[in-house]
């Protein structure tokens, strides 16, 4: 964790590899390099033949180009206020009010047992007055110790802005560490962990506490420690962690709500008419074949346990369950919204700025290359720090006509990968098809049709999507880089727009087909609709697609909530460690004097993987969160198995940022960015999706029709004949009549679901009255629905502040006591200024002191902290 002189402080490393001239790969040759960086003390200077100075062989060509243009940048950053120390490892390379006090009161002594026991989490409500760093007025704050003034996230922070803004002439003048990476100067840069989080012994650090308190699967109880992952990881990975904790925890209710709405349905399942009529043998309801030629007549009765679970799914509490998930997702977002502002306030992000981004590298590339094309020859400029730093505050310098053909090709791009989303499922549909057609010729196999052309479809939906979420994540990253955005924020946000737009068409293509397509494009006996010649369009179960969309649901969720989320989450990071730890094994290196002593810290988390983002976490919580609310009306398990993924993915992502990724850097920002607006937009369309789930999929609506408007009695029986309609079967088809026909009873007159008038009608097969009450109620449901669940998510967002209250008063308190606290320092200064000047000088002093707990540091000893937004507390 120090310098070789185990007084400074590690804040960040560098490391690149470098190869001998005339050395080739496999000779145990090559070797890799890190440079420790820290912003400690300043103005020392480097000793010949100390712990820095690495003697190396020569080099090839290209790579003394690097070493040129790596001298220079760690010269830059030395004269930034940096100190760097190098160590080399040689190895062989192959390629409230009273009441509210007492009820908190005894709400905290009961959840006691479920506190991580962490220094900062049982003083979370407690804030000192503080106020943005800066060394001009090093007399504001209480700086006891300058060594540990900053924590080690805020000095990598600074550390990593010295390292973005420095400049490297002889690499085209290429700006920043992350350019210099993206030619190959260096490999790698990152910041340090706090030590190993096995050690044995008793030795604490923030990293070792995060995985006994966090990151083990046995503390899955506790609440997070969520001041600790912002002190140690930082804002932006902290809000990511606080985001998901409130969203599991508002998965509770809802699953709950969930778990009683199913019981109802198991409850009253012996009472409902409609179902009971369809297992009711007397009734001799004779359907109509479900397929041409090798299909028989059959017995309606034959699909009761179809009817039975349905009922399940489809009953009047899922119509109040739909309005609760709505009024949910408006809850959990406001609520959202309220905690963001609340860890904003303690984390002092109220008044942060946006912080100045810098191109990204291949940004950069691109400015040069055009460029060179319009100047026709190579012009080489030198510029210093400052005036590469006003030129990145100039305007987009590649115009439309540059990027013209990178929109194109996204537009073009984006359009082929929906395209072959809808025809895998086109496909999926046709195997449905045939293997129905091909299954209803062999007598065994006759009778569990549908249940096995249903199962085998999901599983082939599921294995598609899978692997088409991994293809589509790769596209939508070249796609983005196309585009060339300038920097890092426009790149990302970009990159989570296409990569959500696709994996949303590929996650719920194949239910929404399911949901409003299967069954609506059928036809009927004697007119139906082929895809192929001698294939009818499949039709929904007796009982409605609602309990097929329940099955391609939960299925599709809970394959990719098991498979690609936990399995390979946990799996793959496993099998890269492991190959690692083999090829070590494997490839014997060097003799190293320093082989047998303990790896530094750098060299540990230099085997990590690196980090690369919080979009695939996220993008996994955001498909959840779509199964959670778009279909609920056919699922309300949905959060039950949502809650009980979340309970290990919080411990599963805790683990991999504590155990197996590199330390991320520390990034302040204000809130979780594109991803609310997201959220936000899936919960507007999750009402009106499910407003037409229950109106068009599930019988809600035409039972509520015929209860009220055809029934002699006001209740459902009779329901089941009054959704049947006749067929004269001596009008079928030549050709199309079942073979051999086995059925009971000589057949006149069959029946299938749909409103069309009888064949003795004078319009006959037409489109019945019934049909057109039916859907005139439908769409009538649907507006009414969508405009009264609107009307209180607005109620709701209107009713709930964003800012609590609590946090706005201290806000304003918070800005009062810093004018005081300001003009009474001006005051003091002033005053000073009048009095005799030796006077005056001690009296500073003895000001000074009764301000600080200790002496403040020159301005000398925190080199490049005042590129650092972060805010510092002092007390007053």
Same mark, same amino acid.
């Given at each position: 964790?120090?310098?070789?002189?185990?007084?400074?402080?590690?804040?960040?490393?560098?490391?690149?590899?470098?190869?001998?001239?005339?050395?080739?790969?496999?000779?145990?040759?090559?070797?890799?390099?890190?440079?420790?960086?820290?912003?400690?003390?300043?103005?020392?200077?480097?000793?010949?033949?100390?712990?820095?100075?690495?003697?190396?062989?020569?080099?090839?060509?290209?790579?003394?180009?690097?070493?040129?243009?790596?001298?220079?940048?760690?010269?830059?950053?030395?004269?930034?206020?940096?100190?760097?120390?190098?160590?080399?490892?040689?190895?062989?390379?192959?390629?409230?009010?009273?009441?509210?006090?007492?009820?908190?009161?005894?709400?905290?002594?009961?959840?006691?047992?479920?506190?991580?026991?962490?220094?900062?989490?049982?003083?979370?409500?407690?804030?000192?007055?503080?106020?943005?760093?800066?060394?001009?007025?090093?007399?504001?704050?209480?700086?006891?110790?300058?060594?540990?003034?900053?924590?080690?996230?805020?000095?990598?922070?600074?550390?990593?802005?010295?390292?973005?803004?420095?400049?490297?002439?002889?690499?085209?003048?290429?700006?920043?560490?992350?350019?210099?990476?993206?030619?190959?100067?260096?490999?790698?840069?990152?910041?340090?962990?706090?030590?190993?989080?096995?050690?044995?012994?008793?030795?604490?650090?923030?990293?070792?506490?995060?995985?006994?308190?966090?990151?083990?699967?046995?503390?899955?109880?506790?609440?997070?420690?969520?001041?600790?992952?912002?002190?140690?990881?930082?804002?932006?990975?902290?809000?990511?962690?606080?985001?998901?904790?409130?969203?599991?925890?508002?998965?509770?209710?809802?699953?709950?709500?969930?778990?009683?709405?199913?019981?109802?349905?198991?409850?009253?399942?012996?009472?409902?008419?409609?179902?009971?009529?369809?297992?009711?043998?007397?009734?001799?309801?004779?359907?109509?074949?479900?397929?041409?030629?090798?299909?028989?007549?059959?017995?309606?009765?034959?699909?009761?346990?179809?009817?039975?679970?349905?009922?399940?799914?489809?009953?009047?509490?899922?119509?109040?369950?739909?309005?609760?998930?709505?009024?949910?997702?408006?809850?959990?977002?406001?609520?959202?919204?309220?905690?963001?502002?609340?860890?904003?306030?303690?984390?002092?992000?109220?008044?942060?700025?946006?912080?100045?981004?810098?191109?990204?590298?291949?940004?950069?590339?691109?400015?040069?290359?055009?460029?060179?094309?319009?100047?026709?020859?190579?012009?080489?400029?030198?510029?210093?720090?400052?005036?590469?730093?006003?030129?990145?505050?100039?305007?987009?310098?590649?115009?439309?006509?540059?990027?013209?053909?990178?929109?194109?090709?996204?537009?073009?791009?984006?359009?082929?990968?929906?395209?072959?989303?809808?025809?895998?499922?086109?496909?999926?549909?046709?195997?449905?098809?045939?293997?129905?057609?091909?299954?209803?010729?062999?007598?065994?196999?006759?009778?569990?049709?549908?249940?096995?052309?249903?199962?085998?479809?999901? !599983? /082939?939906? %599921?294995?598609?999507? +899978? $692997?088409?979420?991994? @293809?589509?994540?790769?596209?939508?990253?070249? #796609?983005? *880089?196309?585009?060339?955005?300038?920097?890092?924020?426009?790149?990302?946000?970009?990159?989570?727009?296409?990569?959500?737009?696709?994996?949303?068409?590929?996650?719920?293509?194949?239910?929404?087909?399911?949901?409003?397509?299967?069954?609506?494009?059928?036809?009927?006996?004697?007119?139906?609709?082929?895809?192929?010649?001698?294939?009818?369009?499949?039709?929904?179960?007796?009982?409605?697609?609602?309990?097929?969309?329940?099955?391609?649901?939960? !299925? /599709?969720? %809970?394959?990719?909530? +098991? $498979?690609?989320?936990? @399995?390979?989450?946990?799996?793959?990071?496993? #099998?890269? *460690?492991?190959?690692?730890?083999?090829?070590?094994?494997?490839?014997?290196?060097?003799?190293?004097?320093?082989?047998?002593?303990?790896?530094?810290?750098?060299?540990?988390?230099?085997?990590?993987?690196?980090?690369?983002?919080?979009?695939?976490?996220?993008?996994?919580?955001?498909?959840?969160?779509?199964?959670?609310?778009?279909?609920?009306?056919?699922?309300?398990?949905?959060?039950?198995?949502?809650?009980?993924?979340?309970?290990?993915?919080?411990?599963?992502?805790?683990?991999?940022?504590?155990?197996?990724?590199?330390?991320?850097?520390?990034?302040?920002?204000?809130?979780?960015?594109?991803?609310?607006?997201?959220?936000?937009?899936?919960?507007?369309?999750?009402?009106?999706?499910?407003?037409?789930?229950?109106?068009?999929?599930?019988?809600?609506?035409?039972?509520?029709?015929?209860?009220?408007?055809?029934?002699?009695?006001?209740?459902?029986?009779?329901?089941?004949?009054?959704?049947?309609?006749?067929?004269?079967?001596?009008?079928?088809?030549?050709?199309?009549?079942?073979?051999?026909?086995?059925?009971?009873?000589?057949?006149?007159?069959?029946?299938?679901?749909?409103?069309?008038?009888?064949?003795?009608?004078?319009?006959?097969?037409?489109?019945?009255?019934?049909?057109?009450?039916?859907?005139?109620?439908?769409?009538?449901?649907?507006?009414?629905?969508?405009?009264?669940?609107?009307?209180?998510?607005?109620?709701?967002?209107?009713?709930?502040?964003?800012?609590?209250?609590?946090?706005?008063?201290?806000?304003?308190?918070?800005?009062?006591?810093?004018?005081?606290?300001?003009?009474?320092?001006?005051?003091?200064?002033?005053?000073?200024?009048?009095?005799?000047?030796?006077?005056?000088?001690?009296?500073?002093?003895?000001?000074?002191?009764?301000?600080?707990?200790?002496?403040?540091?020159?301005?000398?000893?925190?080199?490049?902290?005042?590129?650092?937004?972060?805010?510092?507390?002092?007390?007053?």
């Amino acid at each position: 964790m120090h310098f070789h002189d185990n007084q400074r402080k590690v804040d960040y490393v560098l490391a690149y590899h470098y190869r001998k001239r005339g050395a080739h790969l496999g000779q145990g040759s090559p070797g890799h390099s890190l440079a420790v960086v820290s912003n400690g003390e300043t103005g020392k200077e480097r000793r010949a033949g100390g712990p820095g100075d690495i003697e190396l062989g020569p080099l090839d060509a290209l790579e003394e180009e690097r070493r040129e243009q790596r001298d220079e940048f760690e010269h830059n950053l030395m004269a930034a206020g940096l100190e760097l120390e190098k160590d080399l490892e040689m190895y062989e390379i192959k390629a409230g009010g009273s009441i509210a006090k007492t009820f908190n009161a005894i709400l905290q002594k009961l959840s006691s047992p479920l506190q991580p026991r962490v220094p900062e989490h049982n003083n979370n409500r407690m804030k000192n007055l503080s106020y943005p760093f800066s060394r001009e007025k090093m007399y504001l704050y209480n700086i006891q110790e300058k060594d540990t003034f900053f924590d080690n996230a805020t000095r990598s922070r600074i550390v990593h802005e010295i390292l973005k803004r420095t400049a490297c002439s002889r690499a085209n003048n290429t700006m920043g560490i992350n350019s210099l990476i993206a030619n190959n100067i260096y490999e790698a840069a990152y910041p340090l962990h706090d030590g190993e989080y096995d050690s044995p012994g008793d030795d604490m650090n923030d990293r070792k506490l995060l995985y006994q308190e966090w990151a083990r699967y046995g503390v899955f109880y506790k609440f997070q420690p969520i001041d600790l992952i912002r002190k140690y990881f930082g804002e932006k990975i902290g809000l990511y962690f606080a985001w998901l904790g409130l969203y599991t925890s508002f998965l509770i209710p809802s699953s709950v709500t969930g778990v009683i709405v199913f019981l109802y349905g198991c409850a009253t399942i012996e009472e409902d008419i409609p179902s009971k009529e369809m297992c009711d043998q007397h009734n001799a309801f004779t359907m109509c074949p479900l397929c041409d030629k090798s299909c028989d007549y059959w017995n309606l009765s034959s699909a009761c346990g179809t009817a039975r679970a349905s009922h399940l799914f489809d009953n009047p509490a899922t119509v109040f369950f739909s309005i609760f998930m709505a009024l949910w997702a408006t809850m959990f977002l406001e609520n959202w919204k309220r905690l963001q502002m609340r860890l904003g306030y303690f984390w002092d992000l109220t008044g942060i700025e946006e912080e100045e981004e810098h191109s990204r590298p291949e940004y950069e590339t691109k400015v040069r290359e055009k460029m060179l094309k319009e100047s026709g020859k190579l012009v080489v400029q030198k510029l210093d720090a400052n005036s590469a730093e006003d030129d990145e505050d100039d305007e987009d310098k590649l115009s439309w006509r540059d990027r013209f053909p990178g929109y194109l090709m996204n537009f073009a791009s984006i359009l082929f990968m929906i395209a072959l989303t809808f025809s895998i499922v086109f496909g999926v549909i046709v195997y449905r098809i045939t293997t129905a057609a091909a299954l209803s010729l062999n007598k065994a196999t006759r009778s569990n049709v549908r249940v096995t052309v249903t199962a085998t479809a999901v !599983i /082939i939906n %599921l294995v598609v999507i +899978l $692997i088409l979420d991994e @293809i589509y994540g790769a596209v939508a990253k070249w #796609l983005t *880089k196309i585009e060339v955005p300038k920097t890092e924020q426009t790149f990302e946000e970009r990159l989570i727009l296409k990569a959500f737009l696709l994996k949303f068409v590929n996650a719920y293509s194949p239910i929404f087909y399911v949901a409003f397509f299967k069954g609506r494009f059928v036809g009927r006996p004697g007119s139906y609709v082929y895809v192929f010649d001698g294939y009818r369009m499949e039709e929904c179960a007796p009982g409605g697609c609602l309990m097929e969309l329940c099955i391609q649901l939960s !299925i /599709i969720m %809970l394959g990719k909530q +098991l $498979i690609q989320n936990n @399995i390979f989450e946990i799996g793959v990071p496993k #099998l890269k *460690k492991l190959f690692r730890k083999l090829k070590d094994e494997t490839e014997p290196g060097e003799s190293d004097p320093d082989h047998s002593k303990r790896p530094e810290q750098w060299d540990l988390d230099y085997s990590l993987e690196p980090y690369t983002g919080l979009t695939p976490e996220y993008m996994e919580m955001i498909i959840q969160f779509g199964f959670v609310t778009l279909f609920v009306a056919s699922f309300p398990l949905a959060p039950v198995f949502a809650l009980l993924n979340n309970v290990i993915e919080v411990r599963l992502d805790a683990k991999k940022f504590v155990t197996e990724l590199r330390r991320p850097d520390a990034v302040r920002t204000k809130d979780i960015g594109i991803w609310f607006d997201i959220l936000s937009g899936i919960g507007k369309f999750s009402v009106i999706i499910n407003a037409f789930v229950i109106a068009v999929t599930s019988d809600f609506i035409p039972r509520l029709v015929y209860q009220y408007s055809y029934s002699h009695n006001g209740t459902l029986h009779g329901f089941v004949n009054h959704t049947l309609s006749f067929f004269n079967v001596s009008q079928l088809k030549e050709g199309t009549q079942p073979e051999n026909s086995h059925f009971d009873q000589e057949v006149q007159f069959c029946r299938f679901k749909d409103y069309r008038e009888p064949p003795w009608a004078p319009n006959p097969y037409e489109f019945s009255k019934q049909y057109w009450s039916v859907l005139s109620a439908r769409l009538a449901f649907v507006i009414i629905f969508q405009n009264l669940v609107m009307f209180l998510s607005v109620l709701v967002d209107w009713m709930i502040p964003d800012i609590p209250t609590d946090i706005s008063d201290q806000i304003k308190k918070e800005k009062s006591l810093l004018v005081d606290f300001f003009l009474k320092e001006e005051h003091e200064k002033v005053k000073l200024a009048d009095e005799p000047t030796q006077r005056s000088q001690g009296g500073g002093d003895r000001s000074r002191r009764s301000r600080a707990a200790s002496s403040a540091p020159s301005g000398r000893s925190q080199p490049g902290s005042i590129a650092s937004s972060g805010s510092q507390h002092t007390n007053v």
